[in-house]
């Protein structure tokens, strides 16, 4: 369970029916190589990789404790909830089929408003690949889902993830409280972006100079 931007966009009922659409019929490859929507068959290598604390400390809406079990009722849960076109989880795999990555996309298709958490295995943090492989997804998010607002979170300390954020755009605004599954609460700092801001963005960045 993730929670929706702090600003309240109203999508037409045209344009929900057509995030629905998307959320449900996405393609993974269209993410980036070696992609695919997770299945209860990845739970045990899904869960080996989010066992690590590296991997999974700063994320606050993973299932807790993370065991083999909750992790597949974690894919199912997504499975029904990209059914209903708002959420998907994609996972990259590794030359051996081992997951090496994950992004779970929710999405408020009535608000046009979608986020992205997400992780690489321990052993390909830290490569300087972090800032290029965020700004896809977040790409993603307004051009294949379609929507037209990103909020986005990271706990207080993780500088990694509040560099590639800024990195890419995105406006801060301060901190919230997110609520983990346990109804707990943790501080993040929070970011939004427009679809507009986006593509000033991408234009000013692919501008010949
Ligand atoms: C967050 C994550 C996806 C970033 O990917 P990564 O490949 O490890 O990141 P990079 O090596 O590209 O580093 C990202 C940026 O942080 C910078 N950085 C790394 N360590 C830093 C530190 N201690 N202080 C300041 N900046 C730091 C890097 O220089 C890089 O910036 P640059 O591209 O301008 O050089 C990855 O570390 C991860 O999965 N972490 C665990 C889960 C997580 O935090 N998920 C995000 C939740 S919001």
Known sequence: ????PVTVIRASPAEEADIRRRVREVDPASLGPDRVIATPAHAAS?????ADPRVSDPIYDLPRPITEASVRAWIEATAADQARGEAVLILSLDEAGEVAGY???SVWPDRSSAEIAGATRADRQN???GTAGAARSFGWMFEVLGVRLVGLTAALDNVRSARVIEAAGFRPMGERDSRRPDGTVRRSLY????????????DSREAPS
């Open 1 to 4: 369970m993730s929670d929706p």
């Open 46 to 50: 899904l869960a080996r990789m989010l």
């Open 103 to 105: 992004s779970r996309f």
């Open 127 to 129: 490569r300087g690949q």
């Open 191 to 202: 970011w939004e972006m427009t679809a507009d801001e986006w593509r000033r963005v991408r």
